[in-house]
């Protein structure tokens, strides 16, 4: 049976990480995968959760199976994370599972769709994070793109998009992202936000928002406005977040896939349904991630303490995208990059050809994705010059 295999090429964005690993040049610098770091290229444990392990170690009472929904302090504790004190949430009209990650919540997003509507379509945005396609794929679903961002301009094709979104067949599926836009770091306004939303009422499309970078645009709130706005909007919709990103969990694969309902009663059969999903996928989700989450969120001083270091990572990819614009003007670079300032979260497009971000891999052992997305993250003050001159270079 495994003779008739064939090599498959390796993920374009996690396949950068390894070839990062094994490149020996001292001078090597990772764009690549959306993962924070600090100054010195370490990518740390936050104080908040050492705090929070350590506390679940001395206090653990089991390890004991919790059911296909995970921990109900946990979904209890994002559901008001990602939605604040909304009308929902009183109108108990919403379900929310963890799930291994985000990737795991789109994938349990995508098999509830598929129950619901055997053959259903879902719309993402060109472009969208590269494993979306697959996810969906994977999971039945049919994918189609609506437009979203203009290179030629470096800034959002909202007329584009929103014509697209008029035209989607009532009963699909459209993703949006709630903030940070992977890969291209442009976000809706609150105007935006409005139009979209009134347009998946009048259209009749499930809204399937996907909050993977929650605090890292302005900050938690915020973050979460465009989702709130369409949750006053819709009736329906369903929302995929992750704690990868913002509690620095991310091989602990810790995310939550909540849905709303129009009713309390159509809510308990999403979660039937929501549990059945789960139970044949991976049967129930890991618990570590989720109990340092619950944790730092249950206790007024771990939380403040994860907003103070939420707000040192936001702050310290913001402080890089206005340096690599400044550094890059100052090591010649004559194109204007000023866009890359008035975006979000860890990405942006650098707007180079496969042909130069092949080179600055080769040549410089740069490693930034295929679609020249650049993760800021992996920017420091140390190695801005060594970056910006070799751009300079390839252009
Ligand atoms: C990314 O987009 O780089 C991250 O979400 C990591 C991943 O899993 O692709």
Redesign the pocket.
């Known amino acids: 049976m495994f003779t008739q295999l064939k090599q498959l090429p390796a993920?374009p964005?996690?396949g950068l990480s390894v070839k990062f690993k094994a490149d020996s040049n001292a001078n090597k610098i990772d764009l690549?995968?959306?993962?924070y770091k600090d100054e010195t290229g370490h990518t740390p444990v936050l104080a908040c959760v050492k705090a929070a392990e350590q506390f679940r170690v001395d206090k653990e009472p089991s390890k004991a199976y919790l059911g296909s929904a995970g921990s109900a302090v946990f979904n209890e504790k994002m559901t008001a994370l990602i939605l604040g004190e909304h009308k929902v949430i009183a109108e108990n009209r919403i379900r929310t599972v963890s799930t291994p990650g985000?990737?795991g919540a789109l994938r349990v997003a995508g098999e509830f769709i598929k129950t619901c509507t055997p053959g259903a379509t879902i719309w993402v945005s060109n472009p969208t994070?590269?494993?979306h396609q697959g996810v969906f794929t994977a999971a039945g679903l049919n994918v189609k793109t609506y437009p979203y961002y203009d290179y030629e301009n470096n800034c959002l094709d909202f007329e584009g998009m929103l014509a697209a979104l008029k035209q989607v067949p009532k009963g699909d599926a459209v993703l949006l992202h709630a903030c940070c836009h992977?890969?291209s770091g442009m976000d809706l306004s609150k105007e935006q936000w409005q139009q979209v939303a009134d347009v998946a009422k009048q259209v009749g499309f499930m809204p399937v928002v996907d909050m993977?970078y929650q605090g890292f645009g302005q900050d938690l709130d915020a973050d979460a406005y465009g989702l709130r706005l369409m949750a006053d909007t819709v009736e329906q919709m369903i929302i995929c977040s992750s704690c990868?990103?913002n509690f620095g969990l991310y091989r602990e694969r810790i995310g939550a896939c909540s849905v709303i309902g129009q009713s309390a009663i159509s809510a308990d059969i999403i979660s039937s349904v929501l549990l059945s999903v789960v139970r044949v996928l991976y049967s129930m989700p890991p618990a570590h991630g989720a109990a340092i989450v619950e944790t730092i969120l249950s206790s007024t001083e771990l939380t403040n303490q994860w907003h103070g270091e939420l707000k040192e990572m936001r702050d310290r990819i913001n402080g890089m995208r206005q340096l690599l614009v400044d550094k890059l003007a100052s090591n010649g670079v004559t194109r204007d990059f000023s866009f890359i300032t008035s975006q979000n979260g860890?990405?942006s497009f650098l707007g180079i050809d496969k042909a130069q971000v092949q080179q600055l891999q080769d040549k410089y052992s740069i490693y930034i994705?295929g679609s020249s997305r650049i993760?800021l993250a992996g920017i420091s003050s140390d190695n801005v010059d060594y970056l910006t001159k070799s751009i300079a270079k390839i252009l």
């Not at 690549?32 to 993962?35: E, L, S, Y």
């Open positions: 993920d964005i996690l690549g995968a959306g993962i985000g990737t994070w590269a494993n992977n890969p993977a990868s990103k860890m990405f994705v993760s």
